[in-house]
């Protein structure tokens, strides 16, 4: 079970402070999915049309909609960062990358188990460093993590229907990562 999988993981020192839930899965709709995609057209984030996890590159409204209905059951992972300077983006960066390449390592886990996966995650994919986009196809399809609010998931309303807390605190952080998965 995806339970047993992760409290294998989480004895990784690099696991430490991750918080892991089974939720149920997000069902965004056009009207968040047109929300977060205007959000995502403003680029705050640097990685709009530069990468295969965020718009364009991740694909139509349509194709994230329907890529995600092809799962029935969703996990969170969680982790919050306290003392941050926001305003220091190399370091926000370089926590959003071991964020990320947790979530990535463990869908490998998964799959490797027979599951289907979807992780999605805060910020866009930053696996290859510099990605392919839009010149050639995605090097590394299995490791690709798309952006959350590429599918059109508003993180607030998703985490306050699960009865998880999402706040913003001055000097934290939190990064969430859902990973939509069938059963083998």
């Known amino acids: 079970m995806i339970d047993d999988l992760w409290e294998k993981m989480s004895k990784d020192p690099a696991a430490a402070g991750f918080v892991?839930?089974?939720?149920?899965?997000?069902?965004?709709?056009?009207?968040?999915m047109k929300k977060s995609r205007k959000l995502c057209e403003?680029?705050?984030?640097?990685?709009?049309?530069?990468?295969?996890?965020c718009p364009p590159g991740v694909g139509t409204e349509n194709e994230c909609l329907q890529r995600m209905k092809c799962f029935s059951n969703?996990?969170?992972?969680?982790?919050r960062y306290e003392n941050i300077d926001l305003s220091e983006r190399?370091?926000?960066?370089k926590y959003a990358a071991e964020f990320q390449d947790m979530s990535r390592r463990f869908?490998?886990?998964?799959?490797?188990?027979?599951?289907?996966v979807l992780p999605l995650s805060d910020g866009g994919c930053s696996y290859c460093g510099e990605?392919?986009?839009p010149d050639g196809?995605?090097?590394f399809p299995d490791q690709l993590v798309p952006s959350i609010s590429s599918y059109g998931i508003s993180m607030e309303e998703y985490m306050g229907s699960q009865n998880i807390d999402f706040e913003f605190a001055e000097g934290t952080m939190t990064l969430y990562a859902i990973i939509l998965y069938n059963n083998p």
């Open 20 to 32: 892991f839930k089974k939720i149920s899965p997000p069902s965004p709709d056009e009207e968040n």
């Open 90 to 93: 190399d370091i926000i960066k």
């Open 131 to 133: 990605c392919s986009y």
């Open 42 to 53: 403003e680029n705050l984030c640097g990685a709009y049309g530069v990468t295969w996890g």
């Open 107 to 116: 869908s490998n886990v998964l799959r490797k188990d027979g599951y289907k």
């Open 74 to 79: 969703a996990a969170v992972l969680m982790k």
């Open 137 to 139: 196809p995605c090097r």
